[in-house]
């Protein structure tokens, strides 16, 4: 069964969707089998993953809300070289409906568990939000993936995401963990990113990756050509950064890095 990894922080804009399309591309370019689940109505990484939002039908909408099967929604990134389960705005309207459902925390993992066995990986991006799509999102990961910026406030906006993982260990998901923390959008010429960066390695050791995504333009480019950076720029040094974090995450699970 492949490795669900929920991408969360509930603080917009810290690079979930940016890590989530470039990380599912860089598994993909390594042969690892990818599903790349798009949990917010905003459908950022269904755009970035190359797939049209406004069109796809039937969406991880339908899939959660039991009108279709995860199987009829997924899509194949050709340039990504993974798998989709799309979403656009029509999420918004789920999340509300979802909640008068019954096992409405569990609607996301019944599903992936149909799929489960066809890939090595499973990666959720996930909205700015703690809301029943997270707490989906939550319940069904193996663990939690959490990309922050080094910035000022970054370790008091934590505190709200790691209590919610902290409930849903106790109330809907036992064996839930944290994957790593992932520090983004680094400026190196920064004294306070670089303050914060290594703070938030003395405080969480080796639950941060080893790996700094710098903030760089080609990433943030990539999206409006419907391509992951990493097959965007490859060479870019943000492109580079994701491969590296790649190797990272494969290199924990003892698995030989390929082509990437
Ligand atoms: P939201 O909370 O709205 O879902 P998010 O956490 O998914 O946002 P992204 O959409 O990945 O964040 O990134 C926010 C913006 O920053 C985007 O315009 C993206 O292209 C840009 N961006 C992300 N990572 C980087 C980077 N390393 N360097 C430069 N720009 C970046
Ligand atoms: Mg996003």
Do not use: W
Not at 75 to 97: I, M, Q, W, Y
Not at 181 to 194: E, G, H, K, N
């Amino acid at each position: 069964m492949g490795r669900i990894i929920a991408i969360a922080n509930q603080k917009g804009g810290v690079g979930k969707t940016t890590t989530a399309v470039n990380l599912a591309c860089g598994l993909a370019q390594n042969g690892q089998r990818v599903l790349l689940v798009d949990l917010d109505p905003q459908g950022n990484a269904t755009m970035g993953a190359g797939v049209e939002k406004r069109t796809a039908l039937p969406t991880a909408y339908q899939v959660l809300l039991g009108e279709a099967d995860i199987s009829a929604a997924r899509l194949h990134s050709e340039k990504g070289g993974f798998d989709v389960v799309p979403a656009n705005r029509e999420l918004a309207g789920g999340e509300v409906e979802m909640v008068e459902l019954d096992k409405r925390e569990f609607r996301l993992k019944a599903e992936l568990v149909r799929v489960a066995e066809a890939y090595d990986f499973i990666l959720i991006d996930c909205a700015p939000t703690l809301n029943l799509l997270t707490v989906n999102a939550l319940a069904a990961a193996h663990a939690v993936l959490i990309p922050m910026q080094c910035e000022y406030y970054a370790l008091e906006g934590l505190t709200d995401l790691v209590a919610t993982i902290k409930k849903v260990k106790q109330k809907l998901n036992p064996n839930i963990e944290i994957e790593g923390l992932l520090r983004v959008m680094y400026d190196p010429r920064s004294t306070l990113a670089q303050q914060v960066a290594a703070e938030l390695k003395n405080h969480f050791g080796d639950k941060v990756f080893n790996t700094v995504i710098p903030r760089n333009i080609r990433l943030a480019e990539a999206p409006s050509h419907g391509l992951p950076g990493v097959v965007y720029d490859r060479a870019s040094k943000g492109a580079q950064a994701y491969l590296e974090l790649t190797r990272e995450l494969l290199d924990r699970y003892g698995i030989a890095v390929g082509a990437g």
